[in-house]
């Protein structure tokens, strides 16, 4: 299944030709790199981390870490992830997609990568970059029998054309 913006890949080549960009997280006023969610009610930890590039178009790269310290199963089995851009077509933009059919057993972790290429090439990326505005969504995950809440992540790309 060819999922575009969602993307769902284990390995990651990146190319030495264009520089990449950190995302930053501003979930809970974070404005960092690096992103984790706790729970600490069933012990697991999604940790959240993206990257951009621009070359005629804007690439995208989200990487999630599913950490299960718990004593029961963290399941995806069942789970739905939406990426939202405010600015970048995504083929997928603002829709649900199912997850990986997997189950997270306690002490493991998974790795996943959501990645996204803009359908719509202009003249300046880089415009699309000034306001952007990334939201990951993840509903339907289960510890055990028990729905987890959604967890609700938002980026923003580092812009070094702001810093000339």
Request: overall charge neutral; glycine content about 6%; some cysteine.
């Amino acid at each position: 299944m060819r999922l575009g913006w969602l993307a769902l890949a284990a390995p990651l080549v990146l190319s030495s030709c264009a520089s990449t960009y950190p995302y930053l997280v501003t979930t809970d006023g974070c404005n960092c790199e690096q992103y984790i969610v706790t729970d600490q009610r069933w012990k697991f930890e999604v940790e959240f981390s993206a990257f951009y590039r621009v070359t005629d178009h804007v690439e995208s790269t989200i990487n999630i870490i599913f950490h299960n310290k718990g004593r029961d199963t963290l399941s995806l089995r069942q789970a739905y992830i939406r990426g939202a851009s405010s600015n970048v077509r995504y083929q997928f933009n603002d829709k649900f997609q199912p997850m990986p059919y997997v189950a997270i057993p306690p002490g493991a972790s998974y790795r996943m990568a959501l990645q996204g290429n803009d359908t719509e090439t202009v003249d300046e990326p880089w415009y699309k970059i000034a306001g952007e505005r990334v939201t990951v969504e993840i509903r339907g995950m289960l510890y055990g029998l028990s729905v987890v809440p959604p967890i609700v992540v938002t980026f923003v790309p580092f812009n070094p054309k702001l810093l000339s």
